[in-house]
């Protein structure tokens, strides 16, 4: 029986992580550059508050300017070129995005934040994957990605709280996990010392 839920749980990190939008990577987008790859990227800009028109499938002055500002939220080289690391970190926001906005939807905007830079803090920590994505679809470390509330579509609070995460605001000050003692169901957690509260969840070592 643990075998079948183990492949169960892998089936469902394959699907969600091929249902997060896409960003194809497969070439450098830059001014005057054109198609569906920049308009899947102004896509994502729109989303995340940082291009205010429609996509057009044009890379143009409006969209330049819009990579910039999220390549120098994000601590990145702000040149307004998008390759693979801007690909990457735009998809590492939208993946953040969805899991906060499916664990912490209800919670300040602080509590929001946090959650976020847990997603980070565990990424520099040694016991965890050091990737985003790898530290989302880690094996039961997320409600959301069990339940589907992943799947959710986000919004705007929380894809600003991911980015003041990148920005480096971490109201949970270094701490790598987090529970609702109303919602907990595996009691582990409660051997953790708790640290910092911030609206109904716990944040702990």
Request: aromatic letters at 14%; one cysteine or more; glycine letters at 6%.
């Amino acid at each position: 029986m643990k075998k079948y839920r183990t492949l169960f749980f892998l089936a469902m990190v394959l699907i969600l992580f091929y249902q997060v939008p896409k960003i194809e990577a497969a070439t450098l987008l830059q001014y005057h550059s054109r198609g569906n790859q920049v308009y899947d990227v102004q896509k994502n800009l729109v989303r995340m508050g940082y291009l205010h028109t429609s996509p057009t499938g044009y890379f143009g002055p409006a969209t330049e300017r819009a990579v910039k500002e999220f390549q120098l939220d994000t601590s990145l080289y702000a040149n307004g070129v998008v390759g693979t690391s801007t690909y990457n970190r735009l998809l590492d926001v939208e993946r953040m995005a969805h899991v906060v906005h499916g664990e912490a939807r209800g919670e300040s905007f602080t509590g929001q934040v946090a959650v976020a830079s847990v997603i980070l803090n565990r990424t520099k920590s040694n016991v965890f994957p050091k990737t985003v994505s790898g530290v989302i679809f880690q094996t039961n470390a997320f409600t959301c990605v069990l339940d589907n509330q992943y799947n959710m579509t986000p919004n705007r609070t929380a894809y600003r709280a991911v980015i003041d995460a990148f920005k480096g605001w971490d109201p949970s000050n270094g701490l790598t996990y987090y529970y609702n003692p109303s919602l907990v169901t595996n009691k582990w957690i409660f051997t953790r010392s708790k640290v910092i509260r911030i609206g109904n969840q716990v944040f702990t070592k």
